[in-house]
């Protein structure tokens, strides 16, 4: 390893123990032969990360005494690198603003972010899924990241792979069936909004949900469950729909309308806010008029066009972020501890 890494190397690991102590100005740092002792470089790299963090005011070297904190905030040196992988980017709200809150998190705990992301429907022929993230497999291979946030889980990139290279990760989004992360429940959601449908007397429920399987494969089955048992008039196979995006929720608008009006749900169970607003827009203009429950992020609070009130049922992407990232931090501070846990963020009832 050539010195200027290694200082560099040096210079991330100092910063680490800043951040993952909790130390604050005064505070001091462990000597250099422990430095040495732990890091396996010489005095060579030692003497020169320590000048450069002196130099910019990060740590305060004092002859024979040691070395203190001087900067918490380590004016603007990273411990880690962690990448942030997520599809569709510039076509999901729910994913912009997730990503931001999970960079912003990241930076608070000293961790540099890097994103990697692309569209799913222009992937390359030919290109695996992994290839198609820029970066993404060469920047692991490397050893250059030390963490990884997935906001969509990348198949052909397997857990293997990152212990090979010691990368943790913790996913964050809606449930899919991986062994640890944060999950909105989604599925949950679906239910308690269809207990209140019971309580206010609607009969005939409908499911409106993503197009993406894996989002079907938790939340249809606790529809179907409930209607089985609260409406035994509702078949739920016949009342599930499904697409993507706002011109999605037009097309569901569509094949509601080609309906006879006594087949048409009652109330709509809304898993997509997205798909909300072009679904309430096309109804709007017809005679066709359901009550709407709706899920809804705090952050982009969606007003949906309807003349009854709506029932929103309101996540947290914040929250979301910071448990995420809190989850990931106590994976790379105990890797031999590190228990895989599941976390369900529930929804908050407002109508």
């Known amino acids: ?30 000597s250099c032969a422990v430095l040495r002792r732990e890091l396996g470089v010489g005095n060579h790299a030692i003497s020169g990360a320590l000048r450069h963090l002196a130099d910019d005011g990060v740590i305060e070297v004092r002859d024979k005494v040691g070395m203190f904190v001087r900067n918490t905030t380590a004016d603007g040196y990273a411990g880690r690198t962690i990448g942030v992988v997520c599809a569709e980017l510039d076509a999901s709200q729910f994913n912009s603003l997730l990503t931001h809150y999970i960079q912003g998190a990241l930076q608070e705990r000293g961790c540099r972010s890097e994103l990697f992301y692309h569209h799913l429907s222009a992937a390359p022929k030919g290109v695996t899924l992994a290839e198609s993230y820029p970066g993404l497999l060469r920047k692991i291979e490397q050893g250059a990241l030390q963490g990884i946030l997935w906001l969509t889980r990348v198949e052909d990139i397997s857990d293997e792979l990152l212990f090979s290279h010691g990368v943790e990760w913790v996913y964050a989004g809606t449930e899919l069936p991986v062994s640890h992360g944060v999950f909105i429940d989604m599925a949950g959601m679906a239910e308690k909004a269809l207990r209140c449908a019971v309580k206010q007397g609607y009969r005939h429920p409908g499911l409106v949900i993503s197009s993406d399987n894996q989002i079907r494969d938790y939340v249809f089955p606790r529809f179907a469950a409930f209607c089985t048992k609260h409406f035994p008039g509702t078949d739920p196979e ?79 992407l914040m929250n979301l972020a910071e448990c995420a990232v809190d989850q990931l931090m106590n994976r790379l501070l105990h890797k031999e501890a590190a228990i895989n846990t599941k976390v369900y963020l529930e929804s908050e009832h407002i109508n």
């Open 1 to 30: 390893m050539r010195t200027e890494l290694k200082t560099e190397v040096v210079k991330r690991s100092i910063v680490r123990y800043i951040f993952d102590c909790r130390l604050q100005v005064g505070d001091k740092l462990p």
């Open 238 to 316: 016949e009342n599930y729909f499904a697409d993507f995006n706002v011109e999605g929720g037009g097309r569901i608008a569509e094949r509601l309308l080609e309906l006879p009006e006594a087949q048409r749900p009652d109330v709509l169970i809304l898993c997509d806010d997205t798909m909300a607003m072009g679904l309430a827009s096309r109804l709007a203009y017809s005679d066709y008029r359901p009550k709407f429950m709706c899920v809804r992020n705090l952050q982009i609070p969606m007003a949906i066009p309807s003349p009854h009130p709506v029932d929103f049922f309101q996540f947290d």
